[in-house]
């Protein structure tokens, strides 16, 4: 065995100099989503911040677990799943319109389907499964969105019971919803409804 190769020759300094840089490439400034104007072509009503986070608490847990968010809108639901630790390869985002799918895409939060969530729903039942659903859907058609999603649900290989949490009118009833809380009466001053927030397990 050579033993030059694995020791430091005689007079060999410990430390060689280095270079030093000062001509980093500048830090990219990231710059906002361009705004979609919401309205009632769009029908979205945005969740609020603080809503969402508090809508992403009540799935009990986030990770890497198969969520969807139908109707995803500008994507706050999903932002504050990001937020919270969910996997953006374990999260899709549907949205029909065109320039809100746009603008989700560039976000980057997960997977987004550019198409009518019913219409999606109606073809994925019975292949796909997601232990966990968030959403804030369009008040018109909540009984239809909520119906569509929840035949979604399914345990994916996971332990626990799925899981749904909702944002809809307090006139909405479904007989395995849990009333979670009541949203204060100008949460949605635009739409003039009155939300609450639900949670359906299977």
Do not use: W
């Amino acid at each position: 065995m050579r033993r030059d190769i694995y020791t430091r020759p005689a007079g060999k300094p410990m430390f060689v100099p280095v270079r030093r840089r000062d001509d980093f490439a500048p830090i990219e400034k990231a710059e906002p989503v361009e705004i979609v104007a919401v309205d009632r072509a769009t029908e979205c009503h945005v969740t609020p911040p603080d809503v969402a986070a508090r809508m992403v608490s009540y799935l009990g847990g986030v990770g890497d677990i198969q969520t969807l968010e139908p109707s995803a809108g500008t994507g706050n639901l999903s932002r504050a799943l990001i937020e919270a630790g969910q996997s953006r390869f374990e999260l899709t985002q549907v949205e029909r319109h065109r320039e809100l799918a746009a603008g989700l895409r560039r976000c980057g939060f997960g997977s987004v389907i550019n198409r009518c969530f019913l219409e999606y729903a109606a073809e994925a039942a019975g292949k796909v499964e997601f232990a966990h659903i968030i959403m804030n859907p369009p008040f018109r058609e909540v009984r239809k969105h909520i119906a569509a999603a929840v035949s979604l649900l399914g345990r994916n290989g996971h332990d626990f019971a799925p899981r749904l949490v909702a944002l809809v009118p307090v006139t909405f009833e479904h007989e395995q919803a849990e009333e979670l809380e009541r949203l204060p009466v100008d949460t949605f001053q635009t739409a003039k409804v009155h939300t609450k927030i639900i949670r359906i397990e299977v």
